[in-house]
């Protein structure tokens, strides 16, 4: 396999990629928008970083961030983007453009607004070989056959003369995948990529995104509003909210011990498999936080259950837990801790009594 053996003569010591208090903030006549708030992480090679927030806490502007795609007017970005130990928070498109491709790429939600409605999708999975690597047109195309086969894709020669509309939905996201794979990026950006999906094709795509990393030791940052979504798929968690990272830790950590009552509100958010409509039976109350106002203590604080004086007052920072140095969370009080547990008896006397 030639990507791995591509992949392989990149590897470099130290994290893949590495995030140092980044911000994005936006100018708008309503005031700054702090999209993004002093971010901070970092991933290994090969490895798949889930990032989950409801809709609004910052997810795709942070991807976009490190991607380099983001809007030029009013935007003022800050802090340290590492990729392969080299700066690329401040580089330019023509700088960028070299790394599209071939050291991230990035899949969307939606494919149909990213493929070429007037373009076969052969010509789309060749383009950017041709101009990446420099392929012949025919390489190009045998090249995009045998990618289609990657994605499992049935009948590769009929697809290459099909246009996107011609194939399903779950279709269209594996040739997305395709042409984000085409030139064997180190990392892979995936925005919402199964959001659009109905359950089973969504467990397909995500197999297929994780098979994909483990042949070529790419890194995945699977993008979603969905707990539930990166719950199988990811060795780490970040969980955002607000344009802040509040939680982080090995996935399974995570889920066994989450020290947020906002990723413990995400949890009890999943939509439940069983329930035939798919509906969420716990929504988070209340509404996330004005990124122009944010709230001065915890941003979490307002819609909390167990948000105490502290909390409203003076904004908890991202500490490590003492068990565990590759967990990490934002909170004054968190889940198990004293406090928490006499809110929530309290909180659940008063249930009992209403009932
Ligand atoms: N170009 C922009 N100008 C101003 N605000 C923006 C812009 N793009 C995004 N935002 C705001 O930034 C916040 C984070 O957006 P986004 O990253 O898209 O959230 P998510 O992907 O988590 O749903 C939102 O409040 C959104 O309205
Ligand atoms: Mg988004």
């Avoid at 498109?93 to 050291?103: L, P």
């Avoid at 707990?227 to 950590?253: C, F, N, Q, S, W």
């Avoid at 989450?258 to 969420?280: C, F, G, N, Q, V």
Wanted: charged share 25%; glycine share 8%; net charge positive.
């Amino acid at each position: 396999m030639s990507n791995v053996t591509q992949a392989a003569t990149r590897q470099l010591d130290g994290p893949l990629l590495e995030l140092t208090d980044v911000r994005t903030h936006f100018r708008t006549p309503r005031g700054v928008v702090r999209a993004v708030d002093g971010v901070s992480f970092s991933l290994d090679r090969g490895k798949a970083l889930g990032i989950v927030g409801e809709s609004g806490s910052g997810k795709t502007i942070l991807s976009r961030s490190i991607m380099g795609l983001l809007p030029t007017g009013g935007t003022e970005r800050s802090g340290s983007i590492k990729f392969a130990g080299r700066e690329v928070g401040n580089l330019g498109r023509k700088e960028m453009r070299a790394i599209w491709g071939k050291e991230m790429a990035m899949i969307f939600q939606d494919p149909m607004t990213s493929l070429n409605p007037l373009m076969k999708i052969g010509q789309q999975i060749a383009e950017p070989l041709r101009i990446h690597l420099g392929m012949s047109r025919q390489d190009a195309m045998a090249t995009a056959r045998r990618l289609l086969q990657d994605v499992r894709i049935p009948e590769a020669d009929r697809r290459l003369e099909q246009y996107p509309h011609e194939l399903s939905g779950g279709m269209r996201q594996r040739v997305m995948i395709a042409i984000a794979m085409a030139c064997g990026p180190t990392a892979l950006f995936a925005d919402e990529p199964t959001t659009a999906l109905d359950v089973t094709v969504q467990a397909q795509i995500l197999d297929l995104l994780g098979e994909q990393r483990r042949e070529r030791n790419m890194s995945i940052v699977l993008v979603t509003h969905d707990l539930g979504v990166v719950a199988g798929h990811t060795d780490e968690i970040a969980v955002m909210y607000g344009g802040k990272l509040v939680e982080k830790a090995p996935t399974r950590r995570l889920f066994a011990a989450m020290k947020m009552p906002y990723t413990e509100a995400l949890l009890a958010s999943i939509p439940k498999m069983a329930d035939p409509s798919h509906t969420r039976l716990n929504v988070i109350p209340g509404r996330p936080p004005d990124l122009v106002h944010p709230p001065k203590g915890c941003r979490f604080a307002p819609r909390c259950p167990y948000a105490a004086e502290k909390c409203i007052a003076e904004e908890p920072p991202l500490v490590v837990t003492p068990d565990d140095p590759l967990h990490s969370f934002a909170c004054w009080y968190p889940v198990g801790s004293p406090e928490y547990i006499e809110s929530r008896a309290r909180i659940d006397a008063k249930k009992a009594e209403a009932a």
